[in-house]
C-alpha cells in the first residue's frame, strides 16, 4: 500500500494515491464499524496517547474509538490540568512522552506548527487533530470519504466551502486535498471572514451566497469560529445568517443532488437552518461522524505499519 509516512501531520504532504490508499482501508473499516463484532487487532501491543490542549468532545471520542476498536491501549491526557498550564513547555512535555514510550500521539493545539514541533521530539508516530489555524488532515480526510461515498468519485466535483474561510483549518486542509482530486473549489463568504492572498489559492472566490452555490455538487458549509476572532467581523448573527445561512431558497440554485456537509459543531440558525441540517435527502453530517471514525482508524492503522516497519528493520 502507498504510504510511506512516519507521521500524519497535515494533507499537503499527501500525494493523490496515498490519499486514496487511506481512504480505501477506511471503506474497509467503515464496514467493520456496522457488523456486531467492530474490532480488529492492527494496533494490537501499542500504546495510544490523546493529547488535547483545545476540547473537542467528538474529534476526541472518535480517536479514542477508533483506537480501541483496532486494540491499542488508549489513554487519555487532560491537557487543562496538565503541567503544560503550569508553565511547563512542549519540549519538556515531549520529554516526558518520550519517557512513556508511547506508539501513537494523537494531537490537538491551539498554535499552528505546534504538532509539527512535537513530532520532531517525539520517538512516535503523531497524528495531528488540528494545530490553530494551519490544518485538521483527519477531519479532510472524512470529508473526502463521505463525498466519495455519495458521490461515487472525488475528481472533478464543484465544491463550494462556505462561511468563516479565513480562521477554518477545516477549509484549508479540504482546499489541499480537493486541490489534488482536481475538484473545482468555490469560496463564499464576506471579505471580512476570507483570508489574506485568496486569489493565489487556485479557488473562486463568491461575496453573494446564490450565486457561489450555483450548479454545485457538494456544499460544506462551516461554523464562525469566534474563539480564533478578534474584533467584530461580521455585524450580527442574524444578518449574517440572512446573508450566509443556507436554507432552502440558497441551496435551491446547487444541483438537485447537492450533498450538504458540516464539520460540527453546528450553529442552526446561524450558517445552517435546521430543517437543512436534518434533510435525510440531502444531508450527509451524520456519515461525516461515522467516516471520522473509520479514517482515523486507516489513518492509525497506516502509521502503525510503518512503525513496525521501521522497528524490525
Same mark, same amino acid.
Given at each position: 500500500?502507498?504510504?510511506?509516512?512516519?507521521? &500524519?501531520?497535515?494533507?499537503?504532504? &499527501?500525494?493523490?494515491?496515498?490519499?486514496?490508499?487511506? %481512504?480505501?482501508?477506511? $471503506?474497509?473499516?467503515?464496514?467493520? +464499524?456496522?457488523?456486531?463484532?467492530?474490532?480488529?487487532?492492527?494496533?494490537?501491543?501499542?500504546?495510544?496517547?490523546?493529547?488535547?490542549? =483545545?476540547?473537542?468532545?467528538?474529534?476526541?471520542?472518535?480517536?479514542? %474509538?477508533?483506537?480501541?476498536?483496532?486494540?491499542?491501549?488508549?489513554? +487519555?491526557?487532560?491537557?487543562?490540568?496538565?503541567?503544560?498550564?503550569?508553565?511547563?513547555?512542549?519540549? $519538556? *512535555?515531549?520529554?516526558?512522552?518520550?519517557?512513556?514510550?508511547?506508539? %501513537?500521539?494523537?494531537?490537538?493545539?491551539? #498554535?499552528?506548527?505546534?504538532?509539527?514541533?512535537?513530532?520532531?521530539?517525539? +520517538?512516535?508516530?503523531? %497524528?495531528? #487533530?488540528?494545530d490553530g489555524r494551519h490544518e485538521h488532515p483527519t477531519q479532510a480526510l472524512l470529508d473526502a470519504l463521505t463525498i466519495r461515498r455519495a458521490k461515487g468519485r472525488l475528481h472533478?466535483?464543484?465544491?463550494?466551502?462556505?462561511?468563516?474561510?479565513?480562521?477554518?483549518?477545516?477549509?484549508?486542509? +479540504?482546499?489541499?486535498?480537493?486541490?489534488?482530486?482536481?475538484?473545482?473549489?468555490? &469560496?463564499? @463568504?464576506?471579505? *471580512?471572514?476570507?483570508?489574506?492572498?485568496?486569489? #493565489?489559492?487556485?479557488? =473562486?472566490?463568491?461575496?453573494?451566497?446564490? =450565486?457561489?452555490?450555483? $450548479?454545485?455538487?457538494?456544499?460544506?458549509?462551516?461554523?464562525?469560529q469566534k474563539e480564533r476572532m478578534d474584533g467584530g467581523f461580521i455585524p450580527s448573527e442574524r444578518e449574517y445568517f440572512y446573508r450566509y445561512g443556507l436554507d432552502a431558497e440558497?441551496?435551491?440554485?446547487?444541483?438537485?443532488?447537492?450533498?450538504?456537509?458540516?464539520? @460540527?459543531?453546528?450553529?442552526?440558525? !446561524?450558517?445552517? $437552518?435546521?430543517?437543512?441540517?436534518?434533510?435525510?435527502? /440531502?444531508? !450527509?453530517?451524520?456519515?461525516?461522524? =461515522?467516516?471520522?471514525?473509520? !479514517?482515523?482508524?486507516?489513518?492509525?492503522?497506516?502509521?502503525?505499519?510503518?512503525?513496525?516497519? /521501521? *522497528?524490525?528493520?
Open positions: 500500500m502507498s504510504f510511506a509516512h512516519r507521521h &500524519l501531520l497535515g494533507i499537503e504532504q &499527501l500525494s493523490p494515491d496515498e490519499i486514496v490508499t487511506l %481512504l480505501d482501508l477506511a $471503506d474497509d473499516y467503515a464496514e467493520l +464499524n456496522r457488523r456486531a463484532d467492530k474490532h480488529g487487532d492492527a494496533l494490537a501491543g501499542l500504546t495510544q496517547i490523546n493529547m488535547f490542549f =483545545e476540547n473537542s468532545t467528538r474529534t476526541q471520542a472518535s480517536f479514542e %474509538l477508533a483506537g480501541k476498536r483496532l486494540g491499542a491501549d488508549v489513554m +487519555n491526557m487532560s491537557m487543562q490540568t496538565s503541567s503544560v498550564k503550569k508553565g511547563e513547555t512542549l519540549i $519538556d *512535555t515531549a520529554m516526558t512522552l518520550n519517557a512513556m514510550h508511547p506508539d %501513537l500521539l494523537v494531537v490537538r493545539h491551539p #498554535a499552528s506548527g505546534a504538532v509539527d514541533l512535537l513530532a520532531q521530539k517525539v +520517538n512516535c508516530a503523531v %497524528l495531528n #487533530a488540528g472533478r466535483l464543484s465544491v463550494a466551502i462556505c462561511g468563516d474561510i479565513a480562521h477554518s483549518r477545516v477549509a484549508r486542509s +479540504n482546499l489541499l486535498l480537493l486541490n489534488k482530486m482536481e475538484s473545482r473549489i468555490r &469560496l463564499i @463568504g464576506p471579505p *471580512t471572514l476570507m483570508p489574506a492572498g485568496v486569489g #493565489a489559492l487556485g479557488v =473562486e472566490v463568491f461575496e453573494d451566497m446564490a =450565486e457561489g452555490l450555483r $450548479d454545485v455538487d457538494v456544499v460544506m458549509m462551516l461554523r464562525l440558497k441551496l435551491a440554485m446547487a444541483k438537485p443532488d447537492a450533498i450538504v456537509m458540516h464539520p @460540527g459543531p453546528m450553529n442552526r440558525g !446561524v450558517e445552517i $437552518d435546521g430543517t437543512i441540517a436534518d434533510d435525510i435527502n /440531502r444531508s !450527509v453530517i451524520q456519515d461525516q461522524v =461515522e467516516m471520522g471514525v473509520a !479514517v482515523r482508524m486507516a489513518a492509525m492503522d497506516l502509521l502503525a505499519r510503518n512503525l513496525r516497519e /521501521r *522497528t524490525a528493520a
